[in-house]
């Protein structure tokens, strides 16, 4: 066999053992270990790229921002910040017709503001708002769902680890696409609030009972309760964006604001503190595993090709570049069903990036490169939601056990059909995604 008949080989073997519950980072690992010893006919090469990659991995300051995010999270929820956030939004949107659900949705984006993760700010936001959705009588599957979908903005608005790693990987600025993702992060919870506005009023006996609405002293005194939020959110993002400091700067300075808002309001104290560190230890070493087991595998590629070769058979056929890129969407989805974001990301990046790339959508490469990097952060987000695998839904559901998933299947596919709509919308109108950048830049 060819280094590029092995290449290509090698991608079946690797969903062969995905689908054998081998954890993603060491079945790449192993892929990339072994495609290499294949490929040359010897380990010499893959044990040598062992001890530079790990260490070039690992001593990245870039991936530095990933556990200051995931720690700003958690000081965050111990700082009551979601309670406050699910008041504030309940206040101003509770009185509606579905207005508890909105209310966790726009929770939720708020919460996304200050926590990079989708399975953090959904599993945050469960424990606000599932008491207040029994309460007014939401069913269990509608609430599920929805908290499954406002869970998404947390990866989508920033800051987002994804889009970290997709920047690191791209080589773009990170700054540039933490920009780039906001209007499509208040899109997606606009989307969200309209798709449960529209399933209230088709199942209005799942969609509970509206609250009382509120005089606006009252709101006002909820949204003055956010303070802290908008604070860290408007230091870190602020500073960012006029230089004040980088994003991995950024990130260190809204994870000592939270961690000092948290103290102040009671939620820290000796064990939380240490409990805090110790999960944002774990989860950082979870990512940084499956970051090492990709630049293992993604190297085993470059040797043989098969992302140059790939990339250049597409070119030859002569499709349009909105067709190409349709179907590199369709293929996210396919695999949102059964793979998590993080993995969706680091395995196929390296591979279509540089066939879009090479694609004229009339706009400067910079500007592909962070529209495509939204576009798979969409598509991935879509993956989290998506049955039968869907992380967020199996999160969700572990906190309702009285919910039975196929209930939650069956709300969430309101939400996806949402998604799918503002995917289609950021493909045919590039300049809505764009649209921060070029005001700024």
Request: hydrophobic share 55%; with cysteine.
């Amino acid at each position: 066999m060819t280094t590029l008949e092995i290449g290509i080989a090698s991608f079946p073997v690797l969903l062969t053992l995905i689908f054998l519950r081998v954890p993603i980072g060491l079945a790449m690992f192993l892929v990339g270990l072994f495609g290499l010893y294949f490929a040359t006919g010897t380990f010499n090469m893959g044990f040598s790229r062992l001890k530079s990659e790990t260490y070039s991995t690992f001593s990245s300051y870039s991936l530095s921002i990933i556990p200051m995010f995931l720690l700003m999270g958690h000081f965050a929820t111990l700082g009551g910040m979601s309670q406050s956030l699910f008041k504030a939004a309940e206040a101003w949107l509770g009185h509606r017709k579905g207005g508890v659900a909105m209310s966790a949705v726009g929770a939720c984006a708020g919460f996304g503001a200050i926590c990079g993760s989708s399975l953090a700010t959904a599993a945050t936001m469960s424990q606000v708002a599932l008491p207040e959705l029994r309460r007014y009588g939401y069913a269990g599957g509608f609430s599920t769902a929805t908290l499954a979908a406002g869970g998404t903005l947390g990866i989508l608005i920033p800051p987002s680890v994804v889009l970290v790693i997709y920047a690191i990987l791209t080589e773009q600025n990170i700054a540039k696409l933490f920009l780039s993702a906001f209007i499509p992060g208040i899109l997606a919870a606009v989307g969200y609030m309209l798709t449960i506005a529209i399933y209230a009023r088709i199942h209005p006996d799942r969609a509970g009972t509206a609250r009382e609405r509120m005089p606006y002293a009252q709101r006002w005194r909820a949204v003055l309760d956010v303070w802290p939020v908008l604070t860290v959110f408007l230091v870190v993002v602020g500073g960012i964006y006029l230089g004040v400091f980088t994003p991995t700067e950024g990130a260190a300075v809204g994870a000592l604001g939270t961690g000092l808002i948290a103290l102040v309001n009671g939620g820290l104290n000796r064990h939380s503190f240490v409990e805090s560190f110790m999960a944002t230890a774990r989860s950082t070493a979870m990512i940084f595993f499956i970051v090492l087991g990709a630049a293992f595998y993604n190297g085993f590629l470059a040797l043989t090709q098969v992302p140059q070769e790939l990339s250049n058979y597409v070119v030859g056929l002569g499709l349009s570049p909105w067709m190409v890129l349709t179907v590199i969407l369709l293929i996210y989805l396919i695999l949102g069903a059964v793979m998590d974001s993080l993995s969706m990301i680091l395995l196929t990046i390296p591979i279509f990036f540089p066939i879009v790339a090479n694609l004229d959508f009339g706009m400067t490469t910079e500007e592909v490169a962070i529209w495509f990097g939204i576009l798979v952060l969409i598509v991935v987000e879509v993956g989290l939601i998506t049955p039968p695998v869907g992380m967020n839904l199996f999160v969700i559901n572990s906190m309702d056990r009285l919910t039975p998933m196929i209930e939650t299947y069956k709300a969430v596919l309101y939400f996806v059909a949402s998604d799918i709509i503002r995917v289609i919308i950021l493909v045919l109108f590039p300049g809505i995604t764009l649209f921060a950048l070029r005001l700024m830049y």
